[in-house]
């Protein structure tokens, strides 16, 4: 097969697809992401956050430690970490750039915040359905089947 064969380009931009640089395991970075995401969309720290998540990443995540969190781990520390000190634009990478300083206002936030996390009412394997509320206002995401993948946000 020669780079310029029609088939190695196809397995060229199906790697591209699949092989992105992530800060750690990919599920607790894909909450991570959710949670920067909405906020960045909210304009502010949400003071009460609803998560609902598949089965398939509560298995994932409820043990993994979080990286740039200072220790923390499982879903809560995953979420607020991409609140409080994510760059959603870094996607995956998106808490790769959190200060030490961050750490002790993660884990305030994490024990603070009205968060509620539930399974997914739905089949898929990987489904991330966030809402975050800023008094009155509300954001809406939802992320499914790959860890980018934003399918709504309201």
Known sequence: MQRGDHLYQQYLNILKEELRPAMGCTEPIALAYAGAKARQVLGAIPDKVRLFVSGNIIKNVKSV???NTGGLHGMAAAL?????AGDADR???VISNVPKDSHPKIKAYMESVDLDIQPAYSDLVFDVDVFEYSGEDCVRL?????HTNIVIIE
């Open 65 to 67: 430690v979080v990286p």
């Open 80 to 84: 607020c970490a991409g609140i409080v």
């Open 91 to 93: 996607e995956l990478q």
């Open 142 to 146: 939802r992320i499914i089947n790959h």
